[in-house]
């Protein structure tokens, strides 16, 4: 059974930073593609970073680069999201995902959710000004 767990939110002010992780287990890590979504109150989740199988390729939301920078350990199975210099606007709750991608080479990292075959249960980040 395939599970990805969020930790790592919480409540800052404007200006802080959190760093956000995603423990999976039940899949070979090295296969998947990792990405980080958000979704605000009453709004789409929508795509925040990606990094591929091999951690060479990353893509980011243009209103997260240079702010947050994604990463992956795969002896820990773990996908990180640190996050800078933290707006309100970036208030939402935080999702990790998991896209199979061993037979799409090493610099396959989507930014689609339908992309994504698995997904965490989410974490609150809240940014008061």
């Known amino acids: 059974q395939v599970q990805l767990v969020e930790s790592g939110g919480g409540s800052v002010q404007t200006g802080g930073s959190l760093r956000l992780s995603c423990a999976a287990s039940g899949l070979t890590f090295s296969m998947y593609a990792m990405g980080w979504f958000r979704q605000a109150p009453g709004k789409e989740r929508e795509f925040v970073s990606s990094?591929?199988?091999?951690?060479?390729?990353?893509y980011y939301e243009d209103s997260v680069k240079g702010r947050f920078t994604i990463s992956r350990d795969d002896a820990q199975n773990t996908v990180y999201l640190q996050m800078n210099s933290l707006k309100p606007e970036d208030t939402a709750v935080y999702f990790c995902?998991?896209?199979?991608?061993?037979?799409?080479?090493?610099?396959?990292?989507?930014?689609?959710?339908?992309?994504?075959?698995?997904w965490g249960q989410g974490t609150q980040v809240t940014v008061s000004s």
């Open positions: 995902a998991a896209a199979y991608g061993a037979f799409r080479g090493n610099t396959y990292s989507p930014t689609l959710r339908r992309e994504y075959d698995y």
């Open positions: 990094i591929s199988r091999n951690g060479g390729s990353t």
